[in-house]
């Protein structure tokens, strides 16, 4: 028998084990946040893409009931609510533009006072709306032809208010001619 052979020198064979190495708490953290975020991205996308079809199915639907809703709209129906807006907006053009004597006449009444007739009276507007009022009459006297310019005078709505030609008949009553500017709201339409 041979004698065991004693080698004199020797290489260690390689461990399956690797050293242990400490890898600390860091980038335990940073793994387990990059999942959550990667995660929380991937719920994100897919809610989005089933609320797209969700929004995508309904705008189906809601397509096929405009359809049917379309299709039972009467065109005579539909022109003549068109029609009816047309005038509609033709009468609101034509009455801001009305000018309404009545409130005029009114205040001329409650204001002058009983001893003065017109016997002619011309009311004209500019073209920038402005109504004017020409016209001759007779007082009672002088006195009344007074009391009319107080009253006048005293509304604010009638202005510029001028008597000329003024001229004392034999019985006291006195003929005049009148001028005077409107403001706008005693001329405005109002229903």
């Known amino acids: 028998m041979a004698l065991p052979t004693i080698p004199t020198s ?3 064979h390689s461990s399956t084990q690797s050293p242990d190495r400490r890898t600390g708490i ?4 940073f793994g387990f946040f990059s999942y959550a975020v990667f995660g929380i991205a991937l719920l994100l996308a897919l809610g989005i893409f089933f609320y797209g079809r969700i ?3 309904q705008e189906v639907s809601k397509e096929s009931v ?3 809703a379309e299709a039972a709209i009467d065109p005579a129906t539909v022109e003549g609510f068109v029609r009816l807006r047309n005038r509609l907006n033709a009468g609101a053009a034509l009455l801001d533009k009305h000018i309404s004597l009545s409130g005029f006449f009114t205040l001329l009444n409650g204001v002058l006072p009983s001893g003065i ?4 009276l011309h009311i004209s507007a500019d073209s920038s709306g402005v109504v ?3 016209g001759n009459g007779v007082a ?14 005293g509304t604010g709505k009638i202005k510029d208010v001028i008597f000329s030609n003024m001229s004392v008949n034999r019985d006291t009553s006195v003929n005049f001619d ?6 706008q709201k005693v001329t405005t339409f109002s229903p």
């Open 55 to 57: 929004l995508v199915t």
């Open 117 to 120: 007739q017109f016997t002619a």
């Open 178 to 183: 009148l001028s005077a500017e409107l403001d």
């Open 66 to 68: 405009l359809a049917t």
């Open 26 to 29: 860091f980038p335990n953290i």
């Open 140 to 153: 009672k006297n002088f006195n009344v032809l007074a009391a009319a310019s107080v009253a006048f005078s």
């Open 10 to 12: 020797f290489v260690p």
């Open 132 to 134: 004017s009022v020409d």
